[in-house]
């Protein structure tokens, strides 16, 4: 990852640097230090719950010690299985028919049926994974950033795929669009509507697939390095973006740190999945290095964190947690990564 040894630039920005250029404004946002753009306001994100995240080195939820966590879920695994076996059996009672369409039919409700209810199983499993636990010293409760995310100052990939975008919910939804289909045969309006939005919706969700394959293809897996870990509020945050093949921007590249606060829709909710708010962000763009085109081999930042916002609270109930959004665009869609950045409250 040492962007001496390439030939693409290594771009350098910090706060005290006053070529950064700062984003168009918007609505309720002041100017920054140094040009940056600061925004308080609460913004909902449409990211994924930290409940549903999986940390770096976790493994899928059906490999090893899947029969385990199966325990863990008690009588409802006993359910879980007996609905895969139902999704079996039709799609089975279907492929043992003849061609005739009613056979068909079973089969592909048998399949469907099948991947519903693992999907649901894999989100359960996901969301009852066993996450890492408070410790019993007092010095230990002081440096929460030793135990609660695997930090490392060497580096660090973007924040794991989410359950919501896994590849079985995605192949999940799209096998219950296909055979949602199937009722453009009634020739009803009702359900030629239908169908039209839900097919644009199934191709939006197949062009975001597209294109995160198309970018890990391209550019494979940009990660960061931090300078210092942790960083706590009034100290400031710096670090490298280092991208293991050149991207060629045709932009200037935005960098954005934002504190996440995650909250229930209600008081009386006491679903597991909460919503996720920005309650802070700072925006400020690099120019580029060169000409439009040129290769963008690391990308160096600094932000100075302000004395007034929380710390990250990862185990908290309603977690707290800080992101660096790094959107740098290129020819075809953009490439944007998300790390999750080491901002902790000093304790003691």
């Known amino acids: 990852m040492d962007g001496g040894a390439r030939r693409g630039k290594v771009v350098t920005q910090s706060l005290h640097d006053m070529h950064a250029t700062p984003p168009p404004p918007e609505e309720g946002t002041e100017e920054g230090p140094a040009g940056h753009t600061v925004s308080r306001e609460k913004v909902k994100l449409a990211i994924a719950a930290r409940a549903a995240i999986v940390s770096p080195g976790a493994g899928s939820v059906f490999g090893r010690g899947l029969f385990r966590r199966l325990r863990g879920l008690g009588k409802a695994s006993l359910v879980y299985l007996a609905l895969l076996a139902i999704g079996v059996a039709v799609f089975l009672f279907g ?178 999945y909460l919503d996720a708010y920005a309650v802070y962000r700072e925006t400020y763009e690099v120019p580029l290095p060169g000409e439009p085109g040129e290769p963008l081999d690391v990308l160096s930042f600094s932000f100075k964190v302000p004395q007034d916002q929380p710390g990250t609270a990862l185990l908290n109930n309603e977690p707290v947690y800080w992101h660096l959004v790094v959107a740098v665009p290129v020819a075809g869609p953009d490439l944007e990564v998300a790390f999750l950045a080491p901002i902790y409250q000093k304790r003691g």
Not at 166 to 185: E, I, Q
Not at 213 to 237: A, K, M, N
């Open 95 to 272: 492929l043992d028919g003849n061609t005739a369409g009613p056979y068909k039919i079973a089969m592909a409700c048998g399949a469907v049926f099948f991947l519903l209810v693992l999907r649901a199983l894999q989100v359960d499993l996901n969301r009852r994974r066993e996450r890492p636990g408070r410790p019993r010293q007092k010095e230990a409760k002081k440096e929460p950033w030793t135990w609660d995310y695997p930090w490392s100052t060497s580096w660090m990939t973007p924040e794991g795929d989410d359950v919501d975008s896994s590849l079985l919910g995605t192949v999940s939804f799209l096998a219950v669009v296909a055979l949602c289909n199937a009722l453009w045969l009634t020739g009803m309006t009702f359900f030629y509507i239908f169908l039209t939005l839900l097919d644009l919706l199934a191709l939006y969700v197949l062009y975001r697939l597209l294109r995160k394959g198309v970018q890990s293809v391209r550019f494979r897996t940009p990660v960061v390095i931090w300078e210092e870990i942790p960083v706590y509020p009034g100290s400031p945050l710096q670090g490298r973006v280092a991208f293991p093949r050149d991207v060629r921007a045709m932009g200037p590249t935005r960098l954005t740190l934002r504190c996440v606060s995650e909250s229930r829709r209600s008081r009386s909710d006491a679903g597991p």
